[in-house]
């Protein structure tokens, strides 16, 4: 595996070459990075420096795009967005945000345009989700569309992975690579999957993707709440990572995105989300004092308000594969479909409705989507706007709170 945690001073040396505008982004967020960035051990991963898979690389293109359009400039448009490049995927989760939503797929041309547009409008690091993503022959060429521009992460079953369709992955810009692993046991993982033999395809997948040697490869475990209680489970899950030899694990807990998970019995409480947000804080200082390991990032720990809270709708973006456009994976509900109306005035829209605070939107207010979506996901525009008329939204996050100058954006 190519990878190394790099010594601090050594990974400032080489942002700031890379990224001379630091130096003009106003001190007080300068200052709030570089306590967020002493939370984490700066990883090299074929080549390149890696907060964790949710920043682009810190010596990237992308990441001194981002500087400039989104801490200098404040570009009010996303900086992160998500596309469901396809629905479908031969495993059945119950989890997955997108399993029960319908409708005609986006063909090869309009996927293509939606991931340009998205880009031009600012945004610097793209997930590549699905279904699954490697169903999609094009998918180099998505990938590709990101260069020098935006970090793009795909998130993946491993299903269909091979050498070749990991360097062609490689060879067009692909920066980092979640693959789906859910527990370490084989039999647990694909019955969670409703599919026998998913374990051992991400497996190889996991091998297949470090074996190229340029990209950033991690698991990505989602588990429900009672798992996340478990210290232990949680612990081994880490050490089973280690024995891949990926670089991360990226953890969520299951959100209450799809009507089977509206119970307020699966919902982390904000206690919890803080006493995981520590624990993620205290197994990477532990990475960092060793010199080496398995970086942990934990879903919850933007979310809270002492960082950077929800930003559904305002820095993140999801464009389903059906063309609905959301504020997040997790929040089912559309302001409009690219068919419709264009996505810049579509991304423009949800800006003005969603000002930021310092919780999860969707852990908040899903009685609301229940309420308001007759069982119907994701929510017409018009049930959106219907539902947003009701939400009162909390405060800004500490980050926010310096970025927005302490006014609530509008």
Known sequence: MNTRVVHPLVGVARTLVATPALLRVRPSLNAFFAGYFARFPVVEAGGRLYLHSHLPPLDSAAYARFVRLHLIDRLQAPSHAQVAVTHACPQRCPVCYNRDRTGTPLDEREVHRVVQDLIDAGVVWLGLTGGEPLLRR??????????????????????????????????????????????????????????????RAAIRAIETFLANGRLHVGISAVLPREALHDAEAVERLLAFAGTLGVHEVWLSETKPAVPSLWDSALVLTEDERRALAAYQDRWNARVRREKGGVTLNYLGHFEGAERFGCNAGRKMVYVDPFGEVSPCVFLPCSLGNVRERPLQEIIADMWRRFPSEDRCFINRNWPLVEEFSGGVLPMAPARTAAMLGQVSFRPLSAFNRRYYRGQRPL
Do not use: C
């Not at 070749?164 to 046991?185: F, N």
């Open 138 to 199: 094009e998918l180099p060429e998505l990938v590709a569309l990101g260069r020098g521009r935006s970090e793009m992460k795909l998130f993946t079953t491993g299903m269909g992975v091979t050498a070749r369709v990991a360097e062609e992955l490689a060879a067009a810009g692909l920066g980092s690579v979640s693959v789906s692993i859910d527990h370490w046991d084989e039999a647990i993982h694909d019955e969670g999957r409703s599919y026998p033999g998913a374990w």
